[in-house]
């Protein structure tokens, strides 16, 4: 009865998100990838708040109509009953509505610079719970940084401390858990990514198929035979900007560079995301699997100019992540890489390539 009970007041809080006024609310924003670990780890500290008494809406950091774009996401909440259209999304009327006067209060989860600092006139970032290095920004707020797999695994955390392992019904617990299998590659130690963190919280949870469970994520995830290239540019994406130069890195799983590169209107579908998001550079990930076996790659696919101008960037990358190069676009703008290493991730790669920009920019 009791997780019956929790559930229910899961999905009551969630239903109750279209309320008609957003004045004296806080708001937890996931990053602007707004993927899995993103999404339900927003949503599950926004509850966590919600259960001490604060009036708190979790924000997806992304335009409503993209949510079709996340299609684990899609295919998750639909399994367990949460209607994704009841979360509020970036572009929320209610949002840019707010009393300019006010000063908005921010939680962060899954990053730990607000990748939405003009959505508000006046905020103050009240609290982060992130799994990535930290920025060293918004240094007066409450940070819990941790590198663990999940974002998703910090959040729980919480969870545990305020509710019972009875309280957390069969729902939730599918929730947390598909989130942090997918993190950690269903807790494959080889890869690099799961955490004793990570596992203690699949052990709470008591989850007995996270094999079945990681498979139809899977599925779901690499499910993109109906999207654009420019589709999968913008549905799981990161982006800096250093000196005015705007780098986007979108993360695809599901292709490798054969596939990739035979997607209609590649070229196209590269200009024009480049041209509407005003990127300078672009640097795509790929995430392939075949009989459970990863691999990644690498491409720099638009500003090579920038590459040729810091020198020893491409020696550096190569190095750092033990790239093989294994093609270059006739026409000189693209370079493509087999990812030797592939515990590197996306979140490794970030980091690194914002490094080069700023030691670039400093001299």
């Not at 090579?304 to 020696?315: I, R, T, V």
Request: one cysteine or more; hydrophobic letters at 40%.
């Amino acid at each position: 009865r009791i997780q019956i009970l929790f559930e229910m007041s899961l999905a009551t809080y969630i239903s109750t998100l279209k309320v008609k006024c957003f004045e004296n609310i806080e708001f937890v924003y996931g990053n602007n990838a707004a993927d899995l670990d993103s999404i339900v780890s927003s949503v599950l500290y926004a509850f966590y708040l919600h259960s001490t008494g604060k009036a708190v809406v979790p924000v997806v950091a992304i335009p409503k109509e993209d949510i079709v774009l996340r299609t684990e996401v899609t295919f998750l909440f639909a399994s367990l009953d949460i209607d994704l259209l009841d979360l509020i999304y970036v572009d929320d009327e209610r949002l840019s509505n707010l009393n300019k006067s006010c000063c908005i209060k921010v939680h962060l989860v899954d990053h730990n610079t607000f990748s939405n600092p003009n959505q508000f006139e006046n905020f103050t970032v009240e609290t982060i719970i992130d799994h990535h290095i930290d920025d060293g920004i918004h240094n007066n707020s409450t940070k819990t940084i941790k590198p663990v797999g999940s974002c998703c695994t910090l959040v729980t955390e919480l969870l545990k401390q305020r509710f019972s392992n009875r309280e957390i019904g069969q729902k939730m617990r599918l929730l947390i858990a598909n989130t942090i299998l997918l993190d950690t590659v269903n807790l494959d130690s080889s890869q690099g990514r799961a955490t004793a963190d990570d596992s203690d919280i699949i052990d709470f949870l008591a989850i007995s198929n996270r094999d079945e469970l990681f498979a139809s994520l899977i599925r779901a995830k690499t499910n993109i035979s109906s999207l654009s290239v420019y589709d999968l540019l913008r549905r799981d994406c990161k982006t800096f900007q250093v000196n005015g130069t705007v780098v986007s890195i979108p993360s695809i799983t599901g292709l490798n560079w054969e596939g990739f590169r035979s997607k209609t209107g590649l070229q196209s579908d590269i200009s024009r995301y480049c041209a509407k998001n005003n990127v300078s550079v672009l640097i795509i990930t790929l995430a392939h699997f075949t009989n459970s076996t990863l691999t990644r790659y690498i491409i720099l696919a638009h500003g090579l100019q920038y590459f040729q101008l810091m020198n020893g960037f491409l020696n550096d990358l190569e190095s750092e992540f033990l790239l093989d190069r294994i093609s270059a676009d006739t026409d000189g703008d693209w370079i493509v890489y087999q990812q030797n290493d592939v515990k590197k991730s996306r979140k490794a790669i970030l980091p690194f390539i914002r490094s080069c920009f700023e030691a670039y920019h400093k001299k």
